[in-house]
């Protein structure tokens, strides 16, 4: 076999120095059956090793045995089965050639969008605790948008995973936007649609906006592949390094970047970055709804002696002139909103643990206010019943004294007393 320098120079003797073989042959010093070889290969020549056979070779037919039954079973069941004591390795990438055998194969498309049809959601959970008062300090989920036409991303971490905060995040960020796509493409999301069908407040929030949430197949991560890999994105570029001192700073920071870095870079698929695209995939949107729909959580309750309302684990202080009357009560991402008889009769800033008791200064020093009350009211009240029990009156209000029954013994001549000098019935005398 001739060296890669040989072939390279036999084609040039022969192609541009014009020389006939056998004289290539004699400068060169090699047959002239090597250079007509040379000549006709239009590749260089490469070095071929002959192929080895595997130690997996020899059990290559139970493998398939076993694929056959199941084919799901991990290499390492499949090793247990047919006794393997040698590298595990080898073995994994054989059974990694033989599953689509038996499994077929499923491939992913590449897919363009046209401007405004779809943008793809999805929640990730950044690995770093974020402080949120009171000593505590919580892994947050942080809410992803990506457009299918432009790329466009934006996030925003959310208090929780349930459908209130969810749908409140969307808010957010679709009123950033400006526009909402026609369809919003959502995994097996449990407030979204865990069951395979979309939860109420998720189907209520698709028809104010007037879109359709549609949900991705089961275990099938490659259907909003855009998305998965912002959030990869995310991992790698954004989160290294950087330190937040809260929920707020987190939101700033994020946006500050997803702005200025994540849209304005060149994506090797669209051949150009987010941002110039955007004008065009927001145009084609549908323009966002004159008002807000229902989002954040919500619980209504008949307010309780101790005026708290309980909503996203913690307790809040509510104005206690409506104790025993039904409150509404709204946690959105910042604020908590009390209301009764369409009254707001409590507003808190929105505290992101768990646990904690919120109160308002006023609310407790109203409480004791109508406590006093309280107090007051029933000892007159107390007094009243005490005079009325010693007196009467006619219908006029005139007042009649009561006698004691001592005045109607006297009055009658009885003495129901007995009299020392008056010896009691059957006493004996001397």
């Given at each position: 076999?001739?060296?890669?320098?040989?072939?390279?120079?036999?084609?040039?003797?022969?192609?541009?120095?014009?020389?006939?073989?056998?004289?290539?042959?004699?400068?060169?010093?090699?047959?002239?059956?090597t250079?007509?070889s040379?000549?006709?290969?239009?590749?260089?020549?490469?070095?071929?090793?002959?192929?080895?056979?595997?130690?997996?070779?020899?059990?290559e037919?139970?493998?398939?045995?076993?694929l056959?039954?199941?084919?799901?079973?991990?290499?390492?069941?499949i090793?247990?089965r047919?006794?393997?004591?040698?590298?595990?390795?080898?073995?994994?990438?054989?059974v990694?050639?033989?599953?689509?055998?038996f499994?077929?194969?499923?491939?992913?498309?590449?897919?363009?969008?046209?401007?405004g049809?779809?943008?793809?959601?999805?929640?990730?959970?950044?690995a770093?605790?974020i402080?949120?008062?009171?000593?505590?300090?919580?892994?947050?989920?942080?809410?992803?948008?990506t457009?299918?036409?432009?790329?466009?991303?934006?996030?925003?971490?959310?208090?929780?995973r349930?459908?209130?905060?969810?749908?409140?995040?969307?808010?957010?960020?679709?009123?950033?936007?400006?526009?909402?796509?026609?369809?919003l493409?959502?995994d097996?999301?449990?407030?979204?649609?865990?069951?395979?069908?979309?939860?109420?407040?998720?189907?209520?929030?698709?028809?104010?906006?007037?879109?359709?949430?549609?949900?991705?197949?089961a275990?099938?991560?490659?259907?909003?592949?855009?998305?998965?890999?912002?959030?990869?994105?995310?991992?790698?570029?954004?989160?290294?390094?950087?330190?937040?001192?809260g929920?707020?700073?987190?939101?700033?920071?994020?946006?500050?970047?997803?702005t200025?870095?994540?849209n304005?870079?060149?994506?090797?698929?669209?051949?150009?970055?987010?941002?110039?695209?955007?004008s065009?995939?927001?145009?084609?949107?549908?323009?966002?709804?004159?008002?807000?729909?229902s989002?954040?959580?919500?619980n209504?309750?008949?307010?309780?002696?101790?005026?708290?309302?309980?909503?996203?684990?913690?307790?809040?202080?509510?104005?206690?002139?409506?104790?025993g009357?039904?409150?509404?009560?709204?946690?959105?991402?910042?604020?908590?909103?009390?209301?009764?008889?369409?009254?707001?009769?409590?507003?808190?800033?929105?505290?992101?643990g768990?646990?904690?008791?919120?109160?308002?200064p006023?609310?407790?020093?109203?409480?004791?206010?109508?406590?006093?009350?309280?107090?007051?009211?029933?000892?007159?009240?107390?007094?009243?019943?005490?005079?009325?029990?010693?007196?009467?009156?006619?219908?006029?209000g005139?007042?009649v004294?009561?006698?004691?029954?001592?005045?109607?013994d006297?009055?009658?001549?009885?003495?129901?007393?007995h009299?020392?000098?008056?010896p009691?019935?059957?006493?004996?005398?001397s």
């Amino acid at each position: 076999m001739i060296t890669l320098e040989d072939w390279a120079e036999i084609r040039r003797l022969y192609r541009s120095e014009k020389l006939s073989k056998a004289a290539i042959a004699r400068r060169l010093g090699i047959a002239r059956n090597t250079v007509a070889s040379a000549l006709s290969s239009d590749e260089p020549p490469r070095y071929k090793r002959a192929p080895k056979g595997s130690l997996v070779d020899a059990v290559e037919p139970r493998i398939r045995l076993l694929l056959h039954d199941d084919p799901r079973m991990p290499a390492t069941v499949i090793a247990e089965r047919i006794g393997w004591t040698n590298s595990l390795t080898i073995l994994k990438e054989r059974v990694r050639e033989l599953r689509p055998l038996f499994t077929g194969v499923d491939p992913s498309d590449r897919v363009s969008y046209d401007p405004g049809q779809i943008a793809q959601c999805d929640l990730w959970f950044p690995a770093v605790p974020i402080p949120v008062g009171g000593g505590q300090q919580l892994i947050l989920p942080v809410l992803a948008m990506t457009s299918g036409h432009s790329h466009a991303t934006a996030a925003l971490m959310i208090p929780s995973r349930k459908a209130g905060d969810i749908l409140a995040g969307m808010w957010t960020l679709i009123s950033s936007w400006g526009a909402v796509p026609h369809t919003l493409v959502w995994d097996r999301e449990s407030a979204i649609g865990g069951t395979g069908k979309l939860t109420d407040e998720a189907a209520s929030f698709a028809g104010a906006l007037g879109v359709r949430i549609k949900l991705a197949p089961a275990r099938d991560p490659e259907y909003k592949g855009l998305t998965e890999r912002r959030n990869g994105y995310f991992e790698t570029s954004f989160l290294p390094g950087r330190v937040f001192t809260g929920p707020a700073d987190f939101n700033t920071q994020i946006g500050e970047w997803v702005t200025g870095t994540a849209n304005a870079r060149k994506l090797r698929s669209i051949g150009t970055t987010p941002t110039a695209r955007w004008s065009i995939d927001m145009a084609a949107m549908v323009p966002v709804p004159p008002f807000v729909p229902s989002t954040g959580l919500r619980n209504r309750v008949r307010l309780a002696r101790d005026y708290y309302v309980r909503i996203g684990g913690n307790d809040y202080s509510v104005d206690p002139r409506m104790i025993g009357r039904f409150v509404e009560v709204v946690a959105t991402l910042d604020q908590v909103i009390a209301t009764c008889a369409e009254q707001v009769v409590a507003t808190h800033a929105r505290y992101w643990g768990t646990g904690a008791t919120i109160t308002d200064p006023e609310h407790v020093a109203r409480a004791k206010q109508l406590r006093s009350q309280f107090h007051t009211i029933r000892a007159q009240r107390s007094a009243a019943a005490l005079q009325a029990r010693g007196t009467r009156s006619h219908g006029d209000g005139h007042v009649v004294a009561i006698r004691s029954l001592p005045d109607y013994d006297a009055l009658f001549g009885v003495d129901f007393h007995h009299h020392s000098d008056e010896p009691a019935e059957g006493a004996r005398t001397s």
